[in-house]
C-alpha cells in the first residue's frame, strides 16, 4: 500500500507545472498536501489528521475530523479521476480566527479535482515550522472553473 502512495504521490508531484516545480519549498508544500489529499482518498484519516500541525491538532479531535471526512467522502462519491495542482502561493501573513493576522511561511495550494460528484476545488493551506511542512487549512468548494 505504501508503494502505491508513494507511486501516485509521485505522479502529482511530476505532473506539477514548470513554474511551480521550480522552488523546493513549494514543491515540499506540494508532497505534503498530495499526502493530505491521497490519505483522505485512502480513508486514512489517522494519517492525514498526523499530516496537520499541532496547533490544529489540539483544536479538532481525530474523531470529529474523521467523522467530517467520512462524509465529506460521501459526498464527493469516491476517489478522484482526476487531480491538477493550479496555483501555489507563497504568503507571510495568514487570517487568525479573531481578525489578526498570523505571521509565519505559509503556502497556499489549490487544486482542480474531478471527483464522481463533479469538479471541486481543493484548497490546501501549509506552514513550514521547524524546517517541516505541516496542513494548516483545507476545504473543497464545487470548481468554477
Known amino acids: 500500500m505504501n508503494l502505491v ?5 509521485a505522479s502529482f508531484v511530476m505532473s ?3 513554474a511551480f516545480a521550480q522552488s523546493v519549498p513549494q514543491l515540499d508544500a506540494q ?6 489529499l491521497l490519505n483522505l482518498e485512502l480513508e486514512d484519516y489517522d494519517g492525514a489528521y498526523e499530516l496537520f500541525a499541532e496547533d490544529v491538532r489540539n483544536l479538532m479531535e481525530d474523531q470529529a475530523f474523521r467523522a467530517d471526512m467520512t462524509r465529506l467522502a460521501a459526498r ?5 479521476r482526476e487531480r491538477r495542482l493550479i496555483n501555489a502561493a507563497p504568503r507571510s501573513a ?3 480566527p479573531n481578525g489578526e493576522p498570523i505571521l509565519g511561511e505559509f ?3 489549490q487544486f482542480e479535482t474531478e471527483y ?3 469538479r471541486f476545488q481543493e484548497n490546501i493551506m501549509v506552514k513550514r515550522e521547524s524546517g517541516e511542512w505541516s ?9 468554477s472553473l
Open 76 to 80: 464527493l462519491g469516491g476517489p478522484s
Open 16 to 18: 506539477a507545472p514548470a
Open 94 to 96: 495568514v487570517p487568525g
Open 31 to 36: 508532497r505534503v498536501a498530495t499526502s493530505f
Open 116 to 118: 464522481p460528484a463533479g
Open 135 to 143: 496542513v494548516v487549512g483545507f476545504f473543497w468548494a464545487p470548481s
Open 5 to 9: 502512495r508513494t507511486l501516485i504521490l
Open 107 to 109: 503556502i497556499g495550494l
